[in-house]
């Protein structure tokens, strides 16, 4: 799992490097104006009808001084499906495009900043491909930017810098997947190996069946300093450093000043120790003296490299996010 890509050139938040816009003569013949089709699932459709969804409002008011037109449609199996059959374009929530009109868009870990892509993975985002240089970004408003974010999300005594070792868990825990260097369990016993103390906790969202749990118990009575469960976020603010694939529990450590030993790819991998790059040995032992600069890598990140809904520039960068991904729509009025 290389990183070779990882240290291009930042890219343009208007341009993307593989996606091109589809030939005229591939598209269904549109008579009218481009449609746009916004495929949500439950009470995010509802909000999106409503107009109380802010992005989605947004993102309505901007494509159609575009000149294009919004529908909204529940997804499902059979509206996927159907979605590359009909005229103009399509953007689901999360779910991977089902053509090449189509793009998909995610919430950039917090509110109200999100991401509009033609990939579902988050380690081919645009993010993940940037370079950041932490010496450009101001860092007085960094500092400020982080305290604002920190008070709304993480709200709290100050984080304290334990001994604890934090292994979030996600799915999957006994298989290798193409986007890590071994499997979650593999992962637990290399951290537990070091001898600090470890503190893994299980996804409330995953499903772990009789062998996972077998597979845990085991790694425990190799590992004496290893413990299986507990409350992530309490953990998470004293703890010594996070250790995961690429759990959202790594971004919320860089709030609370958390260094990250990553064990798979994800789009917040530039601060990280990764281990595709240093070994799981090598990344193990810097993490406990690794201090990057926090406060500007989320600024970098969240306010210059995704859509802020609640900021003026949301329409420009939601029609540049667009024709990154090869769509061929012109300027709102004014944007």
Aim: proline share 8%; aromatic share 8%; glycine share 6%.
């Amino acid at each position: 799992m290389g990183r070779a890509a990882l240290s291009q050139p930042t890219i343009p938040f208007g341009r993307h490097p593989f996606r091109r816009t589809a030939p005229a003569a591939s598209l269904p013949a549109m008579t009218h104006a481009p449609v746009l089709r916004v495929y949500l699932e439950g009470s995010m459709l509802e909000t999106a009808r409503a107009g109380s969804f802010n992005f989605m409002a947004v993102l309505r008011r901007t494509v159609e001084a575009a000149g294009w037109r919004v529908e909204w449609h529940e997804t499902g199996p059979m509206a996927r499906a159907a979605a590359p059959t009909l005229e103009g374009y399509a953007l689901f929530h999360m779910e991977a495009p089902t053509h090449d009109r189509a793009l998909t868009f995610r919430r950039a870990y917090h509110y109200p900043f999100w991401q509009i892509e033609p990939v579902q993975q988050r380690w081919r985002f645009a993010v993940a491909r940037a370079r950041h240089d932490p010496e450009a970004v101001d860092p007085g408003a960094a500092r400020a930017f982080a305290d604002r974010l920190r008070a709304r999300v993480l709200p709290g005594p100050a984080p304290r810098r334990g001994d604890t070792v934090l292994v979030p868990l996600q799915g999957h825990i006994r298989r290798c997947r193409s986007f890590q260097t071994m499997s979650p369990a593999d992962m637990l016993e290399a951290v537990a190996a070091t001898g600090r103390p470890t503190v893994a906790t299980l996804h409330p969202r995953e499903a772990y069946d009789a062998a996972d749990h077998a597979a845990l118990d085991r790694l425990a009575a190799r590992h004496p300093n290893l413990r299986i469960g507990g409350d992530t976020m309490r953990l998470l603010r004293d703890c010594a450093f996070v250790a995961t694939q690429n759990s959202a529990v790594a971004f919320d450590g860089y709030l609370l000043g958390k260094p990250a030993v990553l064990f798979g790819q994800i789009d917040f991998h530039h601060i990280a120790l990764n281990v595709s790059e240093l070994g799981a040995e090598e990344a193990l032992a810097r993490a406990a003296s690794h201090a990057p600069d926090f406060d500007r890598y989320l600024f970098w990140f969240l306010q210059q490299n995704a859509i802020n809904a609640t900021r003026p520039d949301a329409g420009a960068r939601i029609l540049a996010a667009m024709r990154r991904g090869g769509w061929p729509i012109g300027a709102a009025p004014g944007a």
